[in-house]
């Protein structure tokens, strides 16, 4: 079964907040650069969904899929 864009983006924000980020934090100001691109992703993504704009919600869905621990 495939999901959708607005079940998947939801699942993404969560899992760069949730799990990728944590893992930024701890590496201490090495990670700052890193964390202030997943927080401003994370933005796009709310901004995007609350707008219903689906081009953006599918730009900021891969670069968000780009992140990784």
Do not use: C, H
Request: glycine share 6%; net charge negative; hydrophobic share 50%.
């Amino acid at each position: 079964m495939s999901e959708s864009l607005g079940e998947a983006l939801p699942r993404e924000m969560a899992r760069v907040r949730d799990e990728v980020m944590p893992a930024y934090e701890e590496i201490g100001p090495s990670g700052a650069f890193a964390l202030a691109f997943m927080r401003a992703d994370l933005d796009a993504a709310a901004r995007a969904m609350a707008e219903g704009d689906v081009v953006a919600m599918l730009r900021v869905y891969q670069s968000l899929k780009d992140y990784t621990t």
